[in-house]
């Protein structure tokens, strides 16, 4: 891999320290889970255990996808019981999620486990995760996200179906960084390995959409970002990733996530002040660069 600029090391150094509105942490969610299925006084001890692997293979997967910062299920155990979480899943949001947790979503997990007979006469089964994402201060439902993802092999455990949830969450929630350097058609951007960014992997680069005053409210709405130009991963390390750009030059500080299949959740994480936070970064780039 190629060798990057000493200033570089100390630049990321920096990033990381940024305060207040600067680090967002290129849109972290505070995130609780819990089980949709609380349990039935005649559940045993062995459906007890597969219920308690299928929320931790869940939390698994979205603490893998680097987006989230989760909740510790003893601290939303104590703010719901069985009857509250039906009454916030129908639309009666419980202040203590925002003021207490300072929440943004909870993440409703429920699990079936299928049994099929093969071929062959064996005894296969098939477990598929759902988990129904809930915005906290509206308590609407935004997405489903599901392990059952027709081109992937049959899960038969609660960690395997966790590993393909992981997939779906990375297409809800890809990865977001920053340009911290430019040299002609190279492009050095802050998502590495750590990132689950690999060598060949495609980066959108993104705008903020343009914010729109409602006639009638007078409130202001933050369009959808938008997809202003793509780059090439061509070599990666833990941290960062070198990339080549096809087209015009790249704009230092630009805002780039991985590809996906699809974004999910783009309307509802339009919501996040990323004219700030970019502005913010910039700032310090641009510093680190002129010195």
């Not at 989760?70 to 003021?99: C, H, P, S, Y």
């Not at 090439?232 to 996906?260: D, F, M, N, T, Y």
């Amino acid at each position: 891999m190629k060798k990057l600029p000493p200033w570089l090391g100390i630049l990321l150094l920096f990033l990381g320290a940024l305060p207040g509105a600067a680090q967002v942490e290129k849109s972290l969610y505070k995130l609780g889970l819990v089980s949709g299925d609380q349990g039935s006084r005649n559940e045993n001890e062995s459906q007890r255990r597969f219920r308690a692997a299928v929320l931790n293979a869940a939390t698994d997967a979205f603490v893998a996808s680097r987006r989230f910062t989760m909740v510790e299920r003893a601290q939303l155990d104590a703010v719901f019981t069985e009857k509250n979480l039906q009454e916030f899943i129908g639309g009666q949001v419980n202040n203590k999620l925002t003021d207490v947790l300072g929440l943004d979503l909870v993440g409703v997990v429920d699990y079936t486990v299928e049994s099929t007979e093969s071929a062959d006469g064996q005894r296969e089964l098939k477990c598929i995760i759902d988990v129904r994402l809930i915005d906290v201060k509206s308590a609407s439902i935004l997405a489903t996200l599901s392990s059952d993802r027709p081109s992937m092999s049959v899960p038969s455990t609660a960690r395997a179906a966790g590993q393909l949830l992981y997939e779906s969450i990375r297409d809800a929630f890809p990865p977001l960084g920053y340009v911290v350097s430019v040299n002609g058609k190279e492009v050095v951007v802050d998502l590495g390995s750590d990132s689950g960014v690999k060598k060949g992997d495609t980066l959108e680069i993104v705008q903020e959409g343009e914010q729109i005053i409602h006639p009638v409210t007078g409130k202001l709405l933050s369009s959808p970002m938008k997809v202003v130009g793509k780059i090439k991963v061509v070599s990666v390390s833990p941290q960062v990733s070198i990339c080549k750009a096809p087209g015009e030059e790249v704009a230092l500080a630009s805002l780039v996530r991985l590809q996906g299949s699809r974004t999910l959740l783009l309307d509802w994480a339009a919501k996040i002040p990323w004219g700030l936070v970019k502005g913010a970064a910039a700032g310090v780039i641009l510093r680190k660069v002129q010195q």
